[in-house]
Nanobody
């Protein structure tokens, strides 16, 4: 079994910063891509940022310039550094991992709450 353990969420004032971390462990041989999704109340779950094993990054337009994704391949860990938080960033943030060969399966963390106050 594969587990994704997230940390770093919390309550922050607008303009503040957070750093989210997610470590993958368990029965996984390799990891292709990792990333972060978020889901606000009443909204669908949307991609925030992703990073391939080779370091190619993708960001949602709403977070470009404020969020930075990175990963430590040796630790199977992905990070999301967040600056200049806005109230509209409030959501549950979910870690996502796509395994490499042979299964190419998707895995999800339980989510960590990020709340931004005005």
């Amino acid at each position: 079994q594969v587990q994704l353990v997230e940390s770093g969420g919390g309550l922050v004032q607008a303009g503040g910063s957070l750093r989210l971390s997610c470590a993958a462990s368990g029965s996984i041989f390799s990891i292709d891509a990792m990333g972060w999704y978020r889901q606000a109340p009443g909204k669908q779950r949307d991609l925030v940022a992703s990073i391939t094993r080779g370091g190619l990054k993708t960001y949602a337009n709403s977070v470009k310039g404020r969020f930075t994704i990175s990963r430590d391949n040796a630790k199977n860990t992905v990070y999301l550094q967040i600056y200049s938080l806005k109230p509209e960033d409030t959501a549950v943030y979910y870690c996502w991992t796509r395994g490499g060969p042979p299964s190419w399966s998707d895995y999800w963390g339980p989510g960590t709450q990020v709340t931004v106050s005005s």
